[in-house]
Nanobody, 123 residues
Framework: QVQLVESGGGLVQPGGSLRLSCAAS????????IGWFRQAPGREREGVSC????????YYADSVKGRFTISRDNAKNTVYLQMNSLKPEDTAVYYC????????????????WGQGTQVTVSS
């Protein structure tokens, strides 16, 4: 059974850090491009970061560039999103998703999705 499970979300104060994990089961994650998306209440789901399967190239939305880092650990079949200097506007449910091609910012380009993990940045 192909499954993605996100974890690591929680409540953090502004300026704090969290590391999200996207663990895969039923398939080998490093064969796929992995995207992180987020969705805040009343807003569209937006792309945050992506790591390509072909060469490990990484991409970031302008809103998180310099604060977030995406990485993969093939031995653990897991992709991470390290989030530093968090802001209240980063509050959202964060999802990881897979596609078998180049990185994309469009959710419709991604196939399998996890259930999401809530990140709340508040004092």
């Amino acid at each position: 059974q192909v499954q993605l499970v996100e974890s690591g979300g929680g409540l953090v104060q502004p300026g704090g850090s969290l590391r999200l994990s996207c663990a895969a089961s039923g398939f080998t994650l490093d064969y796929y491009t992995i995207g992180w998306f987020r969705q805040a209440p009343g807003r569209e789901r937006e792309g945050v970061s992506c790591i390509a399967s072909s060469d490990g190239s990484t991409y970031y939305a302008d809103s998180v560039k310099g604060r977030f880092t995406i990485s993969r650990d093939n031995a653990k079949n897991t992709v991470y999103l390290q989030m530093n200097s968090l802001k209240p506007e980063d509050t959202a449910v964060y999802y990881c998703a897979t596609r078998g091609d180049l990185c994309s910012w469009y959710r419709q380009d991604f196939g399998s999705w996890g259930q999401g993990t809530q990140v709340t940045v508040s004092s």
